[in-house]
């Protein structure tokens, strides 16, 4: 993979840079800051993208804005933002344009470099992945805002682990299911949150949203 890294501590881009390079791919850009990256976006000769959310020159949310106008350029851009903060409504403008190919880890509970990097395959192909605790607070909110019962506990679970970008082979070994219960259970969660099959859409990011405002 031809990555992009965008990182303002200095160690931390450093060693992204190692980890990656170790393991055979190419760093074509680390940038420290947002004009940077909003520079090394414009010219787009990468496969996905590291992003810290919050980048000099304020340290607010440079990075996510960035990414929004680069992905709003170019739907589908492959972004992974590294963070060490849970921003709901951050996960929530990313997932809203139905592209896919985003991710949302917090540098903390990486517990190792081989999660990290299978995570950063799955956004270049297109993927989603975030971390279970952005999903835990996000899940919160809506249960507080609209409790509701469409769903089965079985395919809340089930629905979480989708929202964590685990295959269905994943999600059936984690739950101790066959492979026909797993597809079972969310084609019974596509049906329930009214998501048809569409060649424009990405019916697990349509289902994790649709979850999320329900």
Same mark, same amino acid.
């Given at each position: 993979m031809r990555v992009l890294i965008a990182e303002d501590q200095t160690m931390l881009r450093?060693?992204?840079?190692?980890l990656l390079e170790a393991a055979g791919h190419v760093v074509v850009e680390a940038v420290g800051d947002g004009p940077a990256l909003r520079a090394a976006l414009a010219r787009w000769d990468a496969d996905v993208a590291i992003v810290d959310i919050r980048l000099p020159p304020s340290h607010t949310?440079?990075?996510?804005? $960035?990414v929004l106008d680069a992905r709003r350029a170019?739907?589908?851009l492959p972004v992974l933002l590294f963070s060490q903060y849970v921003e709901r409504l951050y996960v929530r403008e990313l997932l809203t344009d139905r592209a896919g190919a985003v991710?949302?880890?917090l540098k903390d509970r990486v517990a190792h470099p081989l999660q990290f990097m299978d995570a950063?395959?799955?956004v270049a192909r297109?993927?989603?992945v975030l971390d279970p605790t952005v999903i835990d607070a996000m899940l919160t909110r809506s249960a507080a805002r609209a409790p509701h019962d469409m769903l089965t506990s079985r395919e809340r679970e089930v629905l979480r682990l989708v929202a964590e970008g685990r295959?269905? $082979?994943?999600?059936?070994?984690a739950l101790h299911l066959g492979e026909s219960a797993t597809t079972k259970h969310i084609t019974s969660i596509f049906d329930k949150l009214g998501l048809a099959p569409s060649p424009d859409d990405n019916r697990r990011v349509l289902a994790?949203?649709?979850y999320l405002d329900s």
């Open positions: 450093a060693g992204l840079v190692s949310d440079e990075g996510l804005q $960035a170019r739907p589908g991710g949302y880890l950063l395959t799955q297109g993927g989603t295959s269905n $082979a994943a999600i059936g070994a994790v949203l649709s």
